[in-house]
Each structure stands twice: as structure tokens, then as C-alpha cells.
């Protein structure tokens, strides 16, 4: 159990039988009444936002959050195949639960899993990936203005904005967080 003293950015918590985290939080002590705690926390299966006040001293439940290590094989129908790094144990994730991060998924990239009561509900992928591009238009000599960019097809099949200078076949780091281009990779 946690306490709203305990309540900072970043802790995982469990209201309604629901994993949570807290996105932000602020602790007021007004000159009269009792002292509580605003925060907004966001649902880690499906994803909405949340503001919610408690009082100071209320109690929260810790959720059984298990975090694991996993390397991605392969896709097959709807499903993408895991195998966990340790025990060599393969599990099965739907499209519609891994979310945007199928757009950067290369087979035998390592990421990390976090399960709720033994069920996949979020992917971490890392920071950066390199992809090659597939399908962009060609660069043509003098296309170097800063600040002009063309879309550019991946290997994974997700399309992003690349400089003009980018051509096919390249291969290029982007960040996974936003889905942009960083740069190109020798």
C-alpha cells in the first residue's frame, strides 16, 4: 500500500482494480482544512488521463506490475511473437495492444514488456532504432535547404519525414518516442 505522502511522478499505483501512473502530482496544504493531494494519472491499459484528488493520509494499492526482458521474433496474423530473454518462454501480443510502437518493431529487437496480473499491457521500445527506407522519392543534386523534408517508407512498413537529401535504400536512426528522423547511418 502506498500513502499520498508517498506520491510522487512516475509511481505506479492500482485504483479500481486498474494499474495507473502518476503524471503529474501536486501536494496543497491550504491555511484551513485538511492537506490533500491533486494528481493526474494516467490508466496503463488503455490509456486515458485522469485528474483525481485524495486526502492526505488516504491509502493507495500497489498493483502486481512484472516488467520483463523480451526480444521480438516475429509478426503472424494479427499477433506479434515475443520470446523472453531468460526463460526462452514465447507469448503472443494482438496489434491493438502494442499500439503505435509496431510502426518501429524489427525483428530481433530487444525491448521491454510490462505485464498486469500476467497480461501484456505495455511495450517499451528503446530510445533509437535504425530502419532502412524502402521507398522515398530521389534526392536530387542542390537539395540541401534546411527545414524542407519528404516522407520516406520503412522497412516496417511505418512512412516518416526525412531531409530531401535522404535517399532509398539508406538506413537511418530515428527516435522512438516522437517517430522522427535523427540522422543517417553510416
Not at 11 to 23: G, H, S, T
Not at 123 to 151: A, C, M, N, Q, R
Not at 155 to 181: C, H, M, S, W
Request: glycine residues 8%; hydrophobic residues 35%.
Amino acid at each position: 500500500m502506498y500513502s499520498t505522502s508517498s506520491f510522487k511522478k512516475g509511481l505506479k499505483i492500482e485504483l479500481d482494480n486498474e494499474p495507473y501512473i502518476i503524471v503529474d502530482c501536486q501536494h496543497v496544504k491550504p491555511g484551513k482544512g485538511v492537506a490533500f493531494v491533486k494528481t493526474r494519472i494516467k490508466n496503463l491499459v488503455n490509456q486515458r488521463v485522469i485528474d483525481r484528488t485524495f486526502r492526505s493520509g488516504d491509502k493507495v494499492a500497489k498493483p502486481e506490475l512484472e516488467e520483463s526482458e523480451m526480444e521480438y521474433l516475429y509478426p503472424e496474423g494479427g499477433q506479434y511473437n515475443f520470446m523472453n530473454t531468460v526463460n526462452y518462454e514465447q507469448i503472443h501480443i494482438n496489434k491493438e495492444d502494442l499500439g503505435d510502437c509496431v510502426d518501429f518493431l524489427k525483428e530481433g529487437m530487444s525491448v521491454s514488456i510490462l505485464f498486469y496480473k500476467g497480461r501484456a499491457i505495455g511495450v517499451e521500445l528503446p530510445l533509437f532504432v535504425e530502419l532502412k527506407i524502402v521507398k522515398t522519392e530521389p534526392g536530387i543534386k542542390g537539395d540541401t535547404v534546411s527545414g524542407s523534408t519528404k516522407p520516406a517508407e520503412l522497412e516496417t512498413g511505418a512512412t516518416v519525414l526525412v531531409p530531401l537529401f535522404v535517399n532509398q535504400d539508406e538506413v537511418i536512426k530515428i527516435d522512438t518516442r516522437t517517430g522522427n528522423y535523427v540522422e543517417r547511418v553510416k
